[in-house]
C-alpha cells in the first residue's frame, strides 16, 4: 500500500492518532473501536510524510523511535506493534536551518536523509516548463472535456521566460487560466 498524510494539515494534538492510530476509549471522543494508524495502513507498503517540516518536536520523537524500532505504540494502547513501512518524506523547508533552530531534531533528519532528492525550482528548469505545460494542457482537457489546445511558439517563449515565483502550481493554475479563457484551439 501507498499512504500519503500532509504533516501541514493535521493539528498537533491529533498528529499522534493520526500517524499511529488509538485504542477504544483513548481520549474523550475516541470511536468505539479505535483507529487505525498511517503507520498499520502502511504496512508492507509505504508511508509519505508531506511537509515533514510543520511536525511537532514531540510527534519528532515519536517518528524517530518507529523509524528505529520498527514499532508503534497506539495512543492509549499499551503493546508494541511491529509494522514494516518505507517512509518517504518531502518539504520545502531547509530542514538544516530548522534544526539550527530547534525547530527539527538533527537525529531524525539524519535518519530520514537515506536518499535526498532535491528538486530545483521551475526557474533553474526551464527545459521542464514546456513540458509540464503539455501535462497540464492534457489534464486541462480531460478535466472540462474538452478539444486539445495547442501553445503557440511566442507563448512558449513567454512561458520559459517567466520567473515562475509559484513553482508548478502557479505554472499548472495559468495554463487551466488560459485553457479555459481560450476560444481558439491555439494559445497565444
Given at each position: ?10 493539528s498537533p494534538e491529533l498528529i499522534d492518532s493520526e500517524l499511529f492510530g488509538y485504542e477504544s476509549g483513548a481520549f474523550t471522543g475516541a ?133 515562475w515565483p509559484g513553482n508548478g502550481r502557479e505554472l499548472r493554475n495559468v495554463i487551466n487560466r488560459v485553457y479555459v479563457m481560450s476560444n ?5
Amino acid at each position: 500500500p501507498f499512504v500519503a498524510i500532509n504533516c501541514a494539515s493535521i493539528s498537533p494534538e491529533l498528529i499522534d492518532s493520526e500517524l499511529f492510530g488509538y485504542e477504544s476509549g483513548a481520549f474523550t471522543g475516541a470511536a468505539k473501536n479505535g483507529h487505525v494508524g498511517k503507520f498499520e495502513l502502511s504496512n508492507g507498503g509505504t508511508l509519505f510524510l508531506d511537509e515533514v517540516a510543520e511536525l511537532p518536536l514531540h510527534a519528532q520523537t515519536k517518528l524517530l523511535r518507529t523509524l528505529e524500532t520498527h514499532q508503534i505504540t497506539k495512543v492509549g494502547g499499551t503493546k508494541n506493534i511491529s509494522v514494516d513501512v518505507r517512509v518517504i518524506a518531502a518539504t520545502n523547508r531547509s530542514l538544516e536551518k530548522m534544526i539550527e533552530e530547534g525547530l527539527f531534531r538533527e537525529d531524525l533528519y539524519y535518519r530520514l536523509m537515506v536518499l535526498n532528492i532535491t528538486i530545483p525550482p521551475l526557474r533553474e528548469r526551464p527545459e521542464d516548463i514546456i513540458p509540464c505545460c503539455e501535462f497540464f494542457m492534457k489534464q486541462a482537457m480531460r478535466i472540462n472535456n474538452s478539444e486539445m489546445k495547442t501553445i503557440d511558439d511566442s507563448a512558449k517563449k513567454l512561458l520559459i521566460e517567466y520567473d515562475w515565483p509559484g513553482n508548478g502550481r502557479e505554472l499548472r493554475n495559468v495554463i487551466n487560466r488560459v485553457y479555459v479563457m481560450s476560444n481558439s484551439s491555439v494559445i497565444t
